[in-house]
């Protein structure tokens, strides 16, 4: 059975009271303010869903909106599906890809309820080869800080969140681990995978 990792699940917590910037070259400093921005648009458009009015299903619907325009979802899926992705034919990619996008925001909506109270704590914004690390603290009710970093890719261009790193442990990498071990346990049976999380939707639905 796959775990069920809440892949980036504290995106939905966002509060940006501000940002302390470190001094960097202009094209460097360009950058990591669109990463940031990046980060303080949706991340007040999630809070605005999660606080507001409005079922369960219509928050839903919202906040799907919000991390197609926010993450690399397809980015992200290929990667969580590592060395598979290349052995896959394009049926059980087109399935894989439609699958992940729907557990990744079960994910994410399912824990609507716990996003209450939260506060965000802007850090640094850094480069770190190609993409840009927003390092932030999140801070939950009842709860010690966590220390958040979010990767942004295509920082100067048209940049998109592709990873979350909580307390040093990368979300995706975890995500693509777990996919790996069921694989492995599955005869490397995509068909497997796809199945079971085909049934983690269900399930959820």
């Known amino acids: 059975m796959i775990q069920r990792r809440k892949f980036m699940v504290v995106t939905a917590a966002w509060l940006l009271p501000g940002s302390l910037w470190l001094t ?60 598979f992705w290349r052995s896959a034919s394009a049926e059980q990619q087109r399935r894989y890809m439609e699958l992940f996008h729907q557990v990744l925001v079960n ?21 770190r080869d190609e993409d840009a690390v927003v390092s ?13 970093d979010w990767i942004v890719s295509s920082p100067a261009g048209d940049p998109k969140i592709i990873d979350v790193v909580a307390e040093g442990t990368s979300l995706r990498l975890t995500q693509r681990q777990d996919y790996a ?9 995509i068909d497997a995978l796809i199945n079971a999380m085909r049934q983690q939707v269900a399930e959820a639905g």
Do not use: W
């Open 24 to 83: 960097r070259p202009a094209g460097a400093q360009g950058a990591s303010d669109k990463a940031s921005a990046l980060i303080k648009s949706i991340g007040d458009q999630l809070v605005s869903v999660v606080n507001g009015p409005g079922g369960e299903r219509d928050k839903r619907a919202r906040l799907t909106e919000i991390i197609d325009s926010g993450v690399d979802v397809d980015g992200v899926a290929r990667f969580c599906l590592g060395r």
């Open 107 to 127: 994910n994410i909506t399912s824990k609507i309820g716990d996003y209450r109270g939260v506060r965000f704590q802007m850090g640094r914004t850094q480069r």
């Open 181 to 189: 071990s069921y694989l492995s346990h599955n005869n490397n049976n």
């Open 136 to 148: 932030t603290v999140v801070e939950r009710p009842n709860n010690p800080p966590t220390n958040v």
